[in-house]
């Protein structure tokens, strides 16, 4: 029979974390958080002394989300109750994990199983010893189901122990309808979204089981008679129901029952079998192994981690919030992160999560349309901040680093958030050819974003098209004229809405016919649409080649970066808010962004030219900034700066040196690390007819193996710059087309293909 406790031996997969350390229990906690794209719970602590104690094992729920009327925010995150409560006492004295409890507290998680597991030694007050183990998971094949397990074996004597199990944060927002002992349905105060929890927990001794004092809802108590040797095994299965339906709120309690019946009948042990089993599946469909450099393997293993943690194929309903499931930064609240920081991974290694994460912008469509009419546009402009509806929640205000409320102006003016998810849907569209999305959402998003901008840019006296006063990815400098990343990416847009038109005009008629009779979009509106992409203002200097990255931008105050180095807070706290909007700093990528998502509109010049230019003013004050540069430094050949943005990306989550990081994990750096190492590194992109990679490995990289999909096939590609080889086997699907160093192979199934490199990556960056 499986042990519960079983984990990975191999240390590359574990991430362990000793003692307790309450200057870093917050970040730990973080960092150690399972989740499956509907539960995420926190890595707390598996004893508490009592309620109210620091380390909540809090639950975060997708799409769990309740409207505030006047509150800062329109739409918050409304935290799940933590499920995990057990106190435990021996000999009347309670044993918990917290500092000078005086035990050996290790807690591991285990990346290659999605699971959490405790184990300690704890010297009681008796003069005994009681060795603990504790593991916890939320299912990766049921995503409603949590599972909790505890085991105890007292060491040197008899003793009497007491177990208390009981759920935290019943009242966090809710209004209560029904609490029975093994149910509670509760509604979100004025969204009235309904929530159900069934649980069942029991406690055996060597086999025997316990009968249990009910206490309340929720809420036992088991009182045994240890004798020397005994194992006692606490369990705690949990079903989590979220219901979006504000009619009735039985068919979620009757699902919460039906899901909780269904996995006891199977046991833990089954559960936790099948759940390490969907894990092996998605570690099979995007591990990336790296020899020759541990860390940068480790960077990769956390990244993906939390990545295939973060998505939830199943729900179309949500998206994926800055820090996931796992912190309350940011109220779960979806960004541009999302479509361009997280969508290339899922993307190339997970088909069905990208694809219900664009259908989540389908679904907000309505809002993002009502958005736009708001402020006089036509189309659709998607809210900077969203939750649930898809309606604006950025919060109007907050408290800046210098303690004065700042107005905040994103959710008005920063406005790329639109192209950016049209830019995700045809990437998406290239790399699977879903004809059924393409057809049902994805030509509408295209086409509705498309008309945005089309109405957005004002064709001036000048004869060129302007788009003014927006914020860039660079938030330092508000309120500015063409920024070169929104135009370029609207006319992008609007370009792409054209050919998504032709497009369905040509292969699809009767659902152009359709969709082009619902949107009223006529032909004579579309030939508006070119004139309006090809007068846009590019910011582009012919002599420089430099892109400005706003009108008059290049005349600010030039501030050198490199005088402030070792610094500990970001720049513009250095500088204060209005001398920074006045300078060349940056808080992150904006023109590199723009470099690093539409390679093919710049040359090779000017690509390297406005990389110099713009990477030593940028302060890094975004933890997305990085993954831009990394991406850019290693599509120039320059591998080792790649490299080191690669690990600074991973840092910001996986390193104590950062700062803490109790508020969650910066999903879109943790995206970042994958888009450096393989749209960077593997150099791989997408082309009509397949797959192209251009590989340029740092000198420690022995070799670099990973996965990708494209359009149906399953492939894996070697790069072994030792040998200057690649190595590509289509796993699954017919034969593709396959671009090594600019040459075109036919990727066939059977035998993988072996390329010769034309020179060793590394040799790349020695010439560079
Ligand atoms: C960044 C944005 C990002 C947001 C959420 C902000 O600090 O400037 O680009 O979308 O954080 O991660």
């Avoid at 990255?549 to 500990?568: H, K, V």
């Avoid at 910066?666 to 997408?686: D, F, K, N, P, R």
């Avoid at 149906?712 to 671009?739: C, H, K, T, Y």
């Amino acid at each position: 029979m499986t042990d519960l406790f079983d984990q990975t031996t191999e240390p590359a997969w574990l991430l362990t974390e000793h003692g307790y350390d309450p200057l870093r229990q917050s970040s730990r906690e973080t960092r150690q958080t399972v989740s499956n794209g509907f539960l995420g719970v926190r890595g707390a602590a598996a004893l508490t002394r009592g309620s109210g104690a620091a380390a909540p094992g809090r639950t975060f729920i997708a799409g769990l989300f309740d409207t505030m009327p006047g509150g800062s925010s329109p739409s918050v995150r409304v935290p799940g109750p933590d499920w995990l409560r057990v106190r435990l006492t021996c000999g009347g004295e309670p044993v918990a994990h917290d500092p000078g409890a005086g035990s050996d507290h290790k807690m591991v998680l285990d990346m290659r199983h999605g699971q959490v597991s405790t184990a300690c030694r704890h010297p009681t007050a008796d003069g005994l010893q009681l060795d603990l183990k504790s593991l916890r998971i939320v299912s990766l094949k049921q995503r409603r189901i949590g599972f909790q397990a505890l085991q105890i074996k007292v060491e040197g004597g008899a003793t009497e122990l007491t177990l208390e199990a009981n759920f935290e944060g019943l009242d966090l927002g809710f209004c209560e309808e029904t609490q029975e002992q093994n149910l509670g349905v509760w509604r979100t105060r004025a969204s009235r979204k309904t929530l159900a929890i069934a649980s069942r927990a029991w406690l055996t001794v060597d086999g025997r089981t316990v009968d249990a004092e009910a206490l309340g809802p929720f809420h036992w108590r088991w009182t045994v008679k240890a004798l020397e040797g005994h194992l006692i095994d606490f369990r705690r299965i949990v079903a989590v129901v979220r219901d979006d339906e504000i009619v009735s709120t039985a068919r979620a309690s009757r699902e919460a029952r039906v899901e909780l019946a269904a996995a006891c009948a199977r046991g833990p042990e089954t559960l936790v079998t099948e759940h390490i089993a969907t894990w092996d599946e998605r570690w099979s469909s995007s591990d990336v192994v790296i020899e020759g450099d541990p860390a940068a393997q480790q960077a990769l293993r956390f990244a993906l981690y939390h990545l295939n943690s973060a998505a939830n194929p199943d729900d179309g309903t949500v998206s994926i919030g800055a820090r996931a499931l796992t912190g309350d930064d940011y109220q779960g609240h979806t960004f541009w992160d999302t479509e361009i920081f997280l969508l290339p991974f899922y993307t190339f290694t997970w088909p069905e999560a990208a694809r219900a994460l664009l259908m989540y912008r389908f679904h907000g469509l309505g809002a993002a349309r009502a958005k736009a009419t708001s402020m006089g546009w036509s189309g659709a402009l998607y809210a900077w901040e969203s939750a649930d509806s898809g309606e604006e929640t950025t919060p109007a205000q907050w408290i800046g680093p210098d303690r004065r409320v700042v107005t905040i102006l994103t959710g008005t003016l920063e406005q790329h958030v639109s192209a950016d998810i049209a830019y995700a849907v045809w990437q998406y569209w290239l790399a699977t050819g879903d004809v059924d999305f393409l057809c049902d959402a994805g030509a509408e998003i295209l086409l509705e974003t498309g008309r945005f901008w089309a109405s957005r840019v004002s064709i001036e006296p000048d004869r060129r098209g302007h788009i003014r006063n927006v914020i860039g990815p660079d938030e330092y400098h508000e309120g500015v004229d063409d920024n070169a990343y929104t135009n370029a990416m609207a006319r992008w847009n609007i370009r792409h809405a054209l050919e998504t038109a032709a497009l369905l005009a040509k292969r699809w008629p009767m659902v152009w016919a359709r969709l082009s009779a619902r949107l009223a979009i006529t032909d004579e509106a579309l030939a508006t649409w070119e004139d309006v992409a090809s007068s846009l203002a590019t910011g582009l200097d012919a002599e420089s080649q430099l892109f400005a990255q706003f009108d008059g931008y290049l005349d600010l105050e030039d501030i050198d970066l490199a005088a402030y180095a070792g610094r500990s807070v970001p720049m513009d706290v250095v500088l204060g808010r209005d001398r920074i909007a006045q300078s060349q700093v940056l808080k992150q990528a904006d023109v590199v962004a723009l470099l690093a998502l539409l390679p093919e509109t710049v040359s090779p010049e000017i690509l390297e030219a406005n990389f110099a230019y713009y990477e030593p003013r940028c302060g890094h004050g975004s933890s997305l900034s990085r993954a831009m540069h990394g991406v850019v430094a290693a599509r120039l050949g320059q591998a080792e700066k790649a490299l080191t943005y690669l690990r600074q990306s991973s840092d910001i989550d996986l390193a104590d040196t950062h700062v803490a990081i109790a508020g969650g994990i910066h999903i879109a750096a943790q995206g970042g690390v994958w888009m450096i190492a393989i749209l960077g590194l593997a150099g791989l992109s997408l082309r009509e007819d397949g797959l192209a990679l251009e590989p340029r490995l740092p000198a420690a990289w022995h070799s670099l193996a990973f996965p990708v999909q494209w359009q149906g096939r399953q492939l894996r590609v070697l790069i072994d710059p030792v040998n200057s080889r690649l190595e590509a086997r289509l796993e699954a699907g017919s034969p593709m087309g396959l671009w090594v160093e600019g040459h075109r192979h036919v990727l066939e199934p059977g035998p993988p293909l072996c390329i010769a490199l034309s020179a060793s990556p590394h040799d790349c960056e020695m010439a560079g």
